[in-house]
């Protein structure tokens, strides 16, 4: 019997903080926190700090290779926030396929899986104190198999819209529902791997 299991967390990572315990720059910490992880936990999939949402801790090191580099596409949709409005026509060309630079600014053709305009987002992401709201603008909801480097808002660049908040929402079947900005949901080992869609024998 394994003496020291391993744990599985999410957090509903706020803006302004980044994906790490430690960084030798002034910045906002996930260690910061208001909960005491076990020794060894690490962040899964980062996002950078000026994105929100769901974000994987665990202290297994096998999540990375099982999640992230198998052969399997897994999915990840975001809630974005672009500045102005998107059309029915800018809405076609991303579902066709935009194209964006890559590594070296190499061109690559980013093609999402899903996109739709959302005119009824809930509450629990508008912050009615955001400047933001005031001014026209479009949310989308946007589902990848694939993540190239800040992919999502060089894909809104390719339209000439601005992402102005990018949130994570999901990856699989494991989302963040209404975990507030900050929080911290732990979930069993069987019912974590069975909602990244991942087979795992500890």
Not at 117 to 131: G, K
Not at 137 to 150: A, D, N, P, R, Y
Not at 166 to 188: A, N, T, W, Y
Request: hydrophobic share 35%; proline share 4%; aromatic share 8%.
């Amino acid at each position: 019997m394994n003496k020291n299991p391993h744990r599985y967390f999410i957090i509903n990572k706020p803006y302004d903080m980044v994906s790490q315990f430690v960084s030798s720059h002034e910045v906002k910490l996930l260690g910061d926190l208001d909960f005491e992880f076990p020794e060894g936990t690490h962040a899964i999939g980062r996002l950078d700090n000026h994105s929100e949402g769901l974000l994987i801790l665990t202290t297994n090191k096998k999540v990375t290779r099982l999640l992230f580099s198998s052969e399997k596409k897994h999915k990840r949709t975001y809630l974005v926030m672009v500045k102005n409005i998107v059309t029915e026509e800018l809405l076609e060309q991303l579902k066709k396929g935009v194209t964006i630079p890559v590594k070296d600014g190499q061109p690559y053709i980013a093609v999402p899986d899903s996109i739709e305009i959302v005119d009824d987002v809930t509450d629990h992401y508008i912050h009615m104190d955001d400047f933001r709201q005031q001014y026209p603008h479009t949310w989308l909801l946007m589902t990848l198999t694939e993540g190239k480097f800040h992919q999502v808002r060089k894909m809104c660049l390719a339209i000439n819209r601005r992402c102005l908040r990018l949130i994570r929402i999901s990856i699989e079947d494991l989302k963040l529902g209404d975990l507030q900005p900050g929080c911290v949901k732990e979930f069993e080992e069987k019912e974590f791997f069975k909602l990244i869609g991942v087979a795992y024998n500890s």
